[in-house]
Every structure is written in C-alpha cells, then in structure tokens.
C-alpha cells in the first residue's frame, strides 16, 4: 500500500506544473458580437470568401472566423487581430 501511495504522489508532483501550465494558457473566448461578426465578414468579403460558419473573439489575439469558404472553392480557418486585419489564412483540411 505504501508503494502505491508513494507512486501516486509521484505521478501528481510529475503532472502538477503541466495542468498548472495548461490552465494558465486556457483561452476564454467568447462568440463575436452581431457589430463585431459584421465587420469580420466585410473584412472576409473584401478577401473573397463569402460563408462562415462560426466566428469566436480570443481576447489579446483577435478573432477566429472558421471553417470560411472561399471563392476558390476551398474552406480555411482565417485569424483576424483586434483592428480586424488577417493575420493567418490556413486551409481547413479536415
């Protein structure tokens, strides 16, 4: 019993910083408003893509529009940063 006691208190001393870590980076988006999604679409508008299928703001980083379809016929993932500027157009290959 002692043994398994000692090896349990070792998995969690091993563990700890890494959920310590973990919960330090959490992201606590949100979705965008109605003036806020407006704006991303004008934005994604004016780069051809014309559909969204959800857009969430990640505070300090900017907004996440996924699972945007563009007029080349394929969907990406685009990050937009507070001042609505694309910062990141990465396919969607899933």
Same mark, same amino acid.
């Given at each position: 019993?002692?043994?398994?006691?000692?090896?349990?208190?070792?998995?969690?001393?091993?563990?700890?910083?890494?959920?310590?870590?973990?919960?330090?980076?959490?992201?606590? /988006?949100?979705?965008?408003?109605?003036?806020?999604?407006?704006?991303?679409?004008?934005?994604?508008?004016?780069?051809?893509?014309?559909?969204?299928?959800?857009?969430?703001?990640?505070?300090?980083?900017?907004?996440?529009?996924?699972?945007?379809?563009?007029?080349?016929?394929?969907?990406? /993932?685009?990050?937009?940063?507070? /001042?609505?500027?694309?910062?990141?157009?990465?396919? /969607?290959?899933?």
């Amino acid at each position: 019993m002692k043994n398994i006691s000692k090896f349990t208190v070792g998995l969690v001393l091993i563990f700890a910083p890494f959920l310590v870590l973990e919960s330090a980076y959490a992201v606590d /988006d949100r979705d965008a408003t109605p003036e806020e999604r407006a704006k991303v679409m004008e934005v994604l508008q004016q780069d051809g893509c014309t559909d969204v299928d959800d857009i969430d703001y990640i505070p300090s980083l900017g907004f996440e529009a996924e699972d945007v379809q563009c007029n080349d016929g394929k969907e990406y /993932d685009v990050y937009l940063d507070e /001042d609505f500027n694309i910062t990141s157009k990465r396919e /969607d290959l899933d």
